[in-house]
């Protein structure tokens, strides 16, 4: 089956539970899972369940319909960038003009949500839900790493683009729901974390060292998993409070982040190099986890969080 084929597969499964809902420790375990078991397809599917939380929480569910697949391309680099005005044709509709970096689905998601600049106010950010089947959508590949390859990270290139004005970029950032996605990620990074452990766990080796190595490992992923859990339970309790999700995501991260680094470092130190080089499953595991986790902004993030708890 072809990574599409997987990503949209799992789209067509049961209805995703959205977080704060009530179910937030199954959204997030699915997504664990999706992850172990591939973790492009679990980072393609957490975009779409990301989008089709916020476009719930902003109230454009109308935007939303069976068979779609959504990508959410919010990096805000200096340059380039893309500037929206108005359709003289439509009040309502924008016309999106300029380049986008680092759209994950780039070419395989047919809709995406994508924060853009305000051509009349450059300061001013807005968010844009953009159907991506028309004319005027270029992908220019940009991807050198091996790891998360598969993902399609592009720049995407928009002229003259129809989009749905969604709502302005606080709307977007300053929602609870930010900090809960992601929070969401971070269960992606604990699947993917999983799937590298799984080579150590299933290796046959029993010397003291490796089963040293296994001990690490499997007290950092339960910490995760616990981290994970004890996390969903508060955004289910107090699903609208943004300064304790923030603060809530960033530990989160934190935590699961440290977590999947020790673990690619003890397994590799466990196994040496032979499953990096002769277990393509293994191999790929550890490089798309590897460039994944980067989306961690971290010690920056760490900062961050100490901010906002010191006294």
Not at 200 to 214: C, E, K, N, V, Y
Not at 266 to 290: I, T, Y
Request: hydrophobic content about 45%; some cysteine.
């Amino acid at each position: 089956m072809s990574l599409a084929d997987q990503v949209r597969s799992a789209l067509a499964g049961p209805q995703w539970p959205l977080p704060g809902h009530g179910h937030t420790a199954e959204r997030w375990q699915r997504l664990a899972d999706l992850a172990r078991t591939d973790i492009v397809v679990g980072r393609l599917v957490e975009a779409h369940a990301d989008a089709t939380a916020i476009l719930t929480e902003l109230g454009r569910t109308d935007l939303l319909a069976p068979g779609q697949w959504w990508g959410v391309w919010a990096a805000e680099p200096p340059r380039p960038v893309v500037r929206a005005q108005p359709d003289p044709e439509d009040p309502d509709r924008l016309l999106l003009d300029g380049a986008k970096p680092w759209c994950s689905g780039a070419g395989l998601c047919d809709h995406a949500l994508i924060t853009v600049r305000d051509a009349a106010d450059p300061d001013r950010r807005l968010l844009a839900a953009v159907e991506l089947t028309g004319p005027g959508v270029r992908v220019e590949e940009a991807w050198a790493n091996p790891g998360m390859t598969r993902s399609a990270t592009h720049t995407v290139h928009l002229d003259q683009v129809p989009a749905t004005r969604v709502g302005s970029g606080a709307d977007y950032l300053d929602r609870a729901g930010f900090w809960h996605g992601g929070a969401g990620v971070a269960a992606c990074w604990a699947g993917g974390a999983e799937a590298v452990a799984d080579t150590l766990r299933g290796s046959r080796r029993d010397d003291p060292i490796t089963l040293a190595h296994l001990g690490a490992v499997d007290a950092a992923l339960a910490g995760a998993r616990w981290t994970l859990a004890a996390a969903a339970a508060e955004v289910d309790a107090a699903p609208e409070d943004a300064s304790a999700a923030r603060i809530r995501a960033l530990r989160v991260r934190a935590i699961v982040e440290a977590a999947a680094a020790l673990t690619i470092d003890r397994v590799g130190r466990a196994l040496g190099a032979g499953p990096l080089c002769q277990d393509a499953e293994h191999a790929r595991a550890v490089a798309d986890l590897s460039i994944y986790l980067r989306q961690s902004h971290a010690e920056r993030d760490l900062a961050g969080l100490g901010e906002l708890v010191r006294r």
